[in-house]
């Protein structure tokens, strides 16, 4: 992996507001997510690495230079803002190929045509793009930001308004895109979505990073907390019994007829021990599965935990 960018012990404050708090991380090649609730910090690292703003202290580097001013560096980054910036008047086609003619590219139409229909948007559809619904008008500027082929794509709640369907086709358009060999940052709030991105995480809260990895990296780090998990067997009080008199347990809830909800903070250990307490106690062992092992989460204990 390379790093395409870099922050360094960066702060970013608007007067008494600070947004981001003494933050270091890279991104690399292929697909990074950057993962938070509203007001985490997630747009002003957007607006550091497009150098819309530049950082109260600390260093910020884009493809190794400061993109503050750079033209280099901006030619280099497509960015999909979370705020509509289009021109309301003209088709998807118009706006695009304008977009390919400010980057000089020498025949902006067939250009325009060739990202609309990779969005799948029909580049002869002439209504303008005040009509357009709001997941047409997310990818148009998708579109945009990928008319001059730029290395790094840098996205803002890009699945805002997409139907399902288009969810996928854009996640899919993204890890394409990531295959080629592009570096594609997006930034979400929403769990699911990051989770199906299968890519690196990059948690934020309150200004800070507070984790960094695939999912499982950031769980299994969170040793300090049980891991909980759903067993479901033909004799749930007497293998709970043997659990516990084995000691392979932090805790042990029995609900329902056939259900155990466990707390353990080993889960290896724990494996094992519930084969031998089924089969000790002649019970048939139907589920062992986690319940607490989706993003969301991961994300509320590492948000709500005291710092």
Do not use: C, W
């Not at 060739?114 to 793009?129: E, F």
């Not at 500027?141 to 082929?149: E, G, P």
């Amino acid at each position: 992996m390379t790093a395409v960018a870099h922050l360094e012990e960066v702060t970013k404050a608007f007067g008494d507001v600070v947004a981001l708090s003494a933050v270091t991380f890279s991104v690399e090649d292929g697909m990074t997510a950057l993962l938070g609730p509203n007001g985490a910090g997630k747009s002003t690292i957007i607006r550091l690495l497009t150098g819309l703003t530049g950082p109260t202290s600390g260093t910020v580097e884009v493809f190794g230079h400061d993109p503050r001013g750079n033209v280099d560096v901006a030619a280099s980054v497509g960015l999909v803002p979370q705020q509509e910036a289009l021109f309301a008047p003209l088709s998807a086609h118009d706006f695009v190929a304008t977009a390919a003619e400010l980057h000089g590219l020498s025949d902006p139409g067939a250009r325009a045509t060739a990202l609309l229909h990779r969005v799948d948007l029909d580049p002869t559809d002439r209504r303008p793009l005040k009509t357009y619904s709001k997941g047409m008008r997310q990818r148009v500027k998708l579109a945009q930001a990928l008319v001059h082929d730029p290395p790094m794509l840098i996205t803002d709640e890009p699945l805002n308004g997409l139907d399902p369907r288009q969810r996928l086709r854009i996640i899919e358009l993204f890890r394409s895109l990531a295959a080629e060999g592009r570096t594609v940052l997006v930034s979400s709030h929403v769990l699911d979505e990051v989770e199906r991105f299968g890519s690196r995480i990059l948690l934020f809260a309150r200004g800070r990073l507070v984790a960094e990895g695939d999912f499982h990296a950031i769980r299994d780090a969170l040793d300090d907390r049980p891991r909980q998990l759903r067993v479901r067997t033909s004799a749930p009080r007497a293998v709970a019994s043997r659990l516990l008199a084995a000691d392979a347990v932090d805790g042990v809830t029995v609900v329902g007829n056939d259900v155990l909800e466990i707390l353990t903070s080993d889960v290896t250990a724990f494996r094992a021990a519930v084969a031998v307490a089924a089969r000790d106690a002649d019970a048939h062992l139907l589920e062992v599965s986690p319940r607490d092992e989706s993003l969301e989460a991961v994300f509320r204990y590492l948000v709500e935990r005291p710092r």
